[in-house]
């Protein structure tokens, strides 16, 4: 299978690069960028020797007519467009931005702080929380790959959200990210001196990905209400960990809540459940594209504490992406994802 | 004034040193360790041609003959005992450690694993919190410094509790410390290999400075009920980030939830109440006793969000140590204390 | 092809495993550790559902029955005395320590500070510097992998020492490692709190890798004298680089100095030369088995500089060490090794 | 006496602010930058209750008239013409930048790449090494302050060259520093994704460094010829170490040069020359003005090692600045200066 890259020289594009390339049944047919004819290797030298093609402009009737398959890793009001001026061709999109994520066009201006895509576009893409909309996304030819905070902090709110097993009120994500979150964009905040040795909070209450959790939450539990969901920036540059904090409406031990968690996840080979005591750090998923959560009960207060860690570039991101483009192609969804993750 | 320091060879002894080498009143005497006789410069190189002084053995009759001040800058379980040789004698007595912190024998026990000082000695220790106990302080003897955690979470916490304008159930704490925090025993968690580019969550619903919050959140408001609170460790050798959730009871702008916070400390240098919209990093004030504190209410919820960050060596111990000091013996609360944040 | 694994909690370990659980021909038969019967994923939770055998005690007669080959990822001392054990069995053994690369025993004792293997085995390991002994090591049965530094210093030294292009006197190599090479063990100074945004030197003039560079030095060139080599630890966790400085015999531009580079690693996969005013860091090689050569002469001092980047895990380490494996079986030496740096 | 800082947005300007604001004798009259009329918080949030100035344009008339002295932070290109403006005026000048500091206006135009300020001010300019131009910097006008590699360069190589002991070609130098030796302009090298885990080499035998350590070197010794200095970006804040190799012209032990640098700098508080077989890290002078120097004799080669460490913003810019500020008005060179390095 042809699959085409848009946007290659951000850090998203650069990781489906590095998945791509070993790929057992998609082939790297295209790279493209606003900075055209310049070899990739220019922008990223550890390529050098291995993968070292030419970026192209984006003209999408060419791409339609070339690849089978196109991953949009451009930022958020450019993936739009182009989602929109590949729609209807005979290509499957698979788009990495927050683009096609929210369904309420409302939502979306006012947090994205932009227009949005059409509602038909809008309406034909699907979510791509892998492990938990595997039916819609198997028969999608437009997907909307999930952010990097949503996918840590769902993949870890979804099994007890789902059950009824919590208070709709109150829920609290407090999440914290690697830099290269931030993407490549030069920023005094994301600058080394001034981030070294540091950790910031940062668009307090005002993130884009709150919509997109509280989206998906409402899909599980049609009574939850609006969450609090913080982000904070780590010295490290790959990884997310969320901590979630939400009210059980019955004691439960943190036994039987792993018990749950590890049948939900149970044909889910991307999902690792932690024993009793043991929580994940975000190196254990570094490069890889696991999830990892770690579970615990308070029984003084009767709040449950979970901890979800991803890579933001993998599961947050490429890695997704391609966990996606596989169950779209009936491919095993663990194709080209074999990374174990680069410890330490 | 004539001050000695026991546990001198840990980074808040090390603190210690830089801070009162410099003090225009307290004048160091001696310093002890368990490692009598050799020249400090041996652990802190960084202090040669400074402060050469050699170690003595800790012997505390002479101690409290020769000097008026001590500090214990020894570990939880050490500095109950010394405490306890100390008291009564002829100097005053200020302890970095938790073990004086706890008002309740039974609570410490539970949360410190081992048992507490008696309760003569336990009475008259005065809870450090300069900037909410100061009454209690000028006049103590015996003084519990508080935690890094607590000081850094009950200073942002304080103004809207003690206010009574939050719910007294449902208080999250999420927690982030640099590893200096974790002391100087060596561990594999806080091995620079395990640990650089990495952030891990422990002590999960299980740190020992929960009672020591939830104490001093009772006395401003009985209502409050048990807290949760997280503590994650930061790639970062100092600082400290508390993220604090509570709900507000009543509808309140973040201008308004500023100017309380602004009043509320106006006659407190150590302590910075930033403007709307923007919030501390813990760089801005490493190397310095500031505690700066970011505030946010989200509309959507009507939930407050509280930043605080503090060096947790300075605000965190041997800082507010000797703004604790400075206050017991009638001394401007600011003196040996004017370091700025070293930034970047 | 089965083989053994031995010393496998340690970072060699580790990356072992990470590279041969996905290898084409060999398959993990055994791991082992004095830390027997522990599953692997206690000490590694980073393979939880990936790799979950438990490690065995030693048996060396067992494992040369059940296995074809077997890697030593133990310490400098312990690796000897099992090379002695398996030498002579009908298994191949590849040695990641440095105890079977001096093949004179007196310059052993003298840098390692203790005895050496048997005369017999010395004389019968071949030096896996798998660029340059290749002929040697396709028909080894006991292979001594080199050192990281070693390996970094003498990639970047061989064309020019071995065309005689450079003064066989004066050689200077400033190395800079990642603290992973320190290994496992816990100290003071690679402790989190010590080493991040530090920078030190260490073993000053005194490295265990210097008779190992001078011996290789000499095979290409007898004329070689005593080299300095220093060694720096930065705080980053994987990656080496050493910078060398060599004067040059005659006139030559930086262009010709690349040539002769690309010519010499032609048909050598694993070695990357830069382009003129391109000079690699280590990141653009992390993960991943390469090793990147950046090359400049300056016309003022007719010296050269030659800039070596490798991951100290990989091409220093357990990738060399599977590369040698294929290479001694007739595998191609890529076989297991497509890893791609992972950047950023 | 009244001071002027012109540049106070980048780092050696936010630097000087935390040295001048609590300096006995100077006292901060007025701060400039381009960016006028802004509150220095604004730029600068960590000196926010503490000095809280509005920054003022540039206006040289102005500031000669009330101002007794004018630190240039400012960038090279932008203090060689301020000097020229202010240069004749009724103020003394420490220019911070490159600007004064080559003697040769053609070797200035080769390396700084644009023109060199005019003969007359450029004669008059003296080079403020505090420790080895003391004369001249007592009487200076207009100082020229040393670059951070260089300083820490010289101040490690000055004893063994002045005293003719080592031979004068073949001069290697290994520089390494910290990320806010870049100073505060964003660039994708200096990207904290991009320089976190990594280690980089630059302006490989081109840094505009190399004639200023050049022509210190040739003052203490006619015969030296071109060194070799290499320049590495650590990923750390703060902080640069050199490792210079020598080749000693007799033997020498370690003992013997380590008594010989102990003789120079005696009278010299800032410069601390460590026992043998000890080298400072750069942590333990990071946040003070020391020059710390370790030292070995290889006795296998006749080469000395030196290692030199800084902290680049403190002695190797704003630091050795206010020394030199001292020194010019007969203050104690220690004045504003007792900052006990940060540690850890």
Chains 1, 2, 3, 4 share one sequence.
């Not at 047919?29 to 093609?53: A, G, K, V």
């Not at 890793?73 to 499957?92: C, E, H, N, R, W």
Request: glycine share 8%; charged share 20%.
């Amino acid at each position: 299978m042809k699959v085409a890259v848009i946007g290659t020289t951000g850090y998203g594009g650069g990781e489906l690069i590095r998945i791509l390339h070993n790929h057992p049944i998609f082939r790297i047919h295209s790279i493209h960028s606003t900075r055209e004819e310049m070899p990739i290797t220019e922008e990223f030298p550890h390529l050098e020797n291995i993968f070292e093609d030419s970026l192209k402009k984006v003209d999408s009737e060419k791409i339609a007519e070339d690849a089978d398959l196109v991953f949009l890793a451009t930022p958020s009001g450019v993936s739009g467009k182009l989602a929109q001026q590949f729609y209807g061709k005979d290509i499957q999109i698979v788009d990495l931005s927050g683009d096609l994520r929210i369904k309420s066009a409302e939502e979306y201006q006012k947090w994205y702080k932009h227009d949005c895509v059409n509602e038909e576009t809008l309406a034909d893409a699907v979510y791509g929380l892998s492990e938990w909309n595997r039916e819609n996304i198997i028969n999608a030819r437009l997907l909307a790959n999930p952010g990097c905070y949503p996918t840590a902090a769902l993949l870890g709110l979804g099994p007890v959200v789902a059950a009824g097993l919590i208070e709709p009120t109150g829920i609290i994500i407090d999440g914290k990210s690697g830099v290269s979150g931030a993407g490549k964009s030069l920023s005094k905040t994301t600058a080394f001196a001034e981030m070294n040795d540091n950790f910031r909070i940062y668009k307090v209450n005002q993130h884009q990905h709150i919509p997109e959790i509280e989206q998906q939450l409402k899909l599980w539990d049609g009574h939850i209400t609006p969450v609090t969901f913080s982000t904070h920036l780590i010295p490290i540059t790959r990884g997310i960990m969320t901590t979630a904090y939400v009210q059980l409406k019955k004691e439960l031990t943190t036994a039987e809540v792993i018990e749950l968690y590890q049948e939900t996840y149970l044909n889910h080979p991307f999902v690792r459940v932690r024993k009793e005591n043991q929580y994940p750090s975000v190196k254990e998923v570094c490069g890889s594209n696991f999830c990892d959560i770690g579970l615990n009960v308070d029984q003084r207060t009767g709040r449950l504490t979970i901890v979800s860690v991803i890579d933001n570039l993998m599961k947050g991101a490429a890695g997704q992406a391609v966990q996606n483009a596989n169950l779209m192609n009936g491919i095993d969804e663990k194709a080209g994802l074999n990374f174990i993750p680069i410890y330490p």
